[in-house]
């Protein structure tokens, strides 16, 4: 996208639904913020059941998709609200799992993880042998970090020693950071990129990447043209529904919010919004300031 188009501006999802029968849903930044569900998220979702339509929630969560709708109900989000719950962490598990290509076939077992013990779950039924030093690994799992308070600069000697070794890395969640209750803290992604900057490669698993999209249309068993997504993130769910070639709302009010100046659920200002999108490269069908009917 090389000039800076004005992204058409929503008061709430009910002016698009018509046009879709089927949405793909971010999770984190727009149904909730890791803690609570956001107001109207709940009420929005009951409105899009009550007019029949077709509801999947794509979540770059390094965790199982049965472990992600657990906590996801906690906050209020039943199952009853939606039809399917993908997660990354589903995806990067079943890759592990049954190593049907012959990237993972090949990857070995030792595994010298970067990880939250809240992300422990995921590696439950996989033949893995966990170690605490990058030259006994075979290969790396980056899942998040555990606290706040992390830095990729933390990260960068056992970074640095596994990119001289050439060791794969398998990333289950591409996301560079994530505000939780307002806090930003950095997530896999962040410590991906930095690995491909020494030279390391990497496997992502999660949005933006196709195979999740894939899988989300696969079950919707709608026509592209007639599914929306809708995600906070312009890297991730507004690239990864452009890819998918699916329309795309983005909720202003999430990962973007301090970029574009707005507080949750106000609307950003149009030109700010397009330069946002112009330096991001990714153009959103729409905009709104938060998931609400």
């Known amino acids: 996208m090389r000039s800076s188009r004005l992204v058409p501006i929503v008061a709430g999802l009910s002016a698009l639904a018509p046009r879709y029968d089927g949405y793909i849903l971010d999770l984190w930044g727009v149904l909730h913020d890791g803690v609570r569900a956001y107001p109207g998220a709940v009420a929005c979702l009951t409105e899009l059941r009550r007019h029949g339509k077709g509801i999947v929630i794509l979540s770059n969560a390094p965790r199982r998709a049965a472990e992600v709708a657990r906590r996801t109900a906690e906050l209020g989000l039943g199952p009853d609200l939606y039809d399917w719950l993908l997660s990354s962490g589903e995806e990067?598990?079943?890759?592990?799992?049954?190593?049907?290509?012959?990237?993972?076939?090949?990857?070995?077992?030792?595994?010298?993880?970067?990880?939250?013990?809240?992300?422990?779950?995921?590696?439950?039924?996989?033949?893995?042998?966990?170690?605490?030093?990058?030259?006994?690994?075979?290969?790396?799992?980056?899942?998040?970090?555990?606290?706040?308070?992390?830095?990729?600069?933390?990260?960068?000697?056992?970074?640095?020693?596994?990119?001289?070794?050439?060791?794969?890395?398998?990333?289950?969640?591409?996301?560079?950071?994530?505000?939780?209750?307002?806090?930003?803290?950095?997530?896999?992604?962040?410590?991906?990129?930095?690995?491909?900057?020494?030279?390391?490669?990497?496997?992502?698993?999660?949005?933006?990447?196709?195979?999740?999209?894939?899988?989300?249309?696969?079950?919707?068993?709608?026509?592209?043209a007639r599914v929306l997504g809708v995600?906070?993130?312009?890297?991730?769910?507004?690239?990864?529904?452009?890819?998918?070639?699916?329309?795309?709302?983005?909720?202003?009010?999430?990962?973007?919010?301090?970029?574009?100046?707005?507080?949750?659920?106000a609307s950003p200002d149009p030109v700010r919004l397009a330069e946002a999108c112009r330096r991001a490269g990714h153009l959103p069908t729409a905009a709104i300031g938060a998931f609400v009917w």
Not at 110 to 116: E, H, I, L, T
Not at 118 to 130: I, K, Q, W, Y
Not at 172 to 181: G, S, Y
Not at 234 to 257: C, P
Request: aromatic share 6%.
């Open 92 to 224: 990067a598990w079943g890759h592990l799992c049954q190593r049907q290509d012959t990237w993972y076939a090949g990857l070995g077992r030792r595994a010298f993880c970067f990880m939250a013990g809240r992300d422990l779950g995921l590696l439950d039924g996989l033949d893995l042998e966990t170690v605490d030093d990058v030259a006994k690994a075979d290969f790396l799992l980056a899942l998040g970090v555990e606290s706040a308070n992390d830095r990729v600069a933390d990260f960068e000697a056992a970074l640095a020693a596994a990119a001289r070794r050439g060791l794969p890395m398998v990333c289950a969640n591409p996301d560079l950071e994530v505000v939780r209750d307002g806090v930003r803290e950095i997530c896999a992604g962040a410590l991906a990129r930095r690995y491909e900057e020494l030279g390391g490669s990497v496997r992502y698993h999660g949005k933006p990447h196709g195979s999740v999209y894939q899988a989300c249309l696969a079950r919707l068993g709608l026509a592209p």
């Open 231 to 265: 995600g906070d993130s312009l890297r991730t769910d507004i690239a990864g529904a452009i890819g998918a070639g699916i329309d795309s709302v983005l909720v202003t009010g999430g990962i973007h919010a301090e970029e574009l100046g707005v507080a949750a659920g």
